[in-house]
Nanobody
Framework: VQLQASGGGLVQAGGSVRLSCAVSGRSLSRYTLGWFRQAPGKDREFVDREFVAAIAWNAGYRYYSDSVQGRFTISRDTAENTVSLQMDSLTPDDTAVYYC??????????????????WGQGTQVTVSS
């Protein structure tokens, strides 16, 4: 599975950004697609990637972290093999590199980055105050 994220950039607080992730390589029927983020910091490790949202590819069930619930919306287009993250009411605390990921998560979703075995390259979102 290959993932290619796009759509990041600089936005003012209160604004919106839409991220997209193009997925290719194999059937996603048993996969969950997720978005994670990693805030700037000198000791960033893989384990520090923060769960943002996830969607079960087949059933379309959606899951969100408490910090983005009500502001972010995850969706998928099964015809185009893309997963998107619409981010509204952004705050400076949302500044991070955002990663899309895919994993065969049997339970529907997982907040652990270790449950996802395929990752995109990350796209920077910067929210100015």
């Amino acid at each position: 599975v290959q993932l290619q994220a796009s759509g990041g950039g600089l936005v003012q607080a209160g604004g919106s950004v839409r991220l997209s992730c193009a997925v290719s390589g194999r059937s996603l029927s048993r996969y969950t697609l997720g978005w994670f983020r990693q805030a700037p910091g000198k000791d960033r490790e893989f384990v520090d990637r923060e769960f943002v949202a996830a969607i079960a590819w087949n059933a379309g069930y959606r899951y969100y972290s408490d910090s983005v619930q009500g502001r972010f919306t995850i969706s998928r287009d099964t015809a185009e093999n893309t997963v998107s993250l619409q981010m509204d009411s952004l705050t400076p605390d949302d500044t991070a590199v955002y990663y899309c990921a895919a994993g065969p998560v049997a339970s529907g979703y997982s907040t652990s980055p270790f449950s996802y075995d395929h990752w995109g390259q990350g796209t920077q979102v910067t929210v100015s105050s």
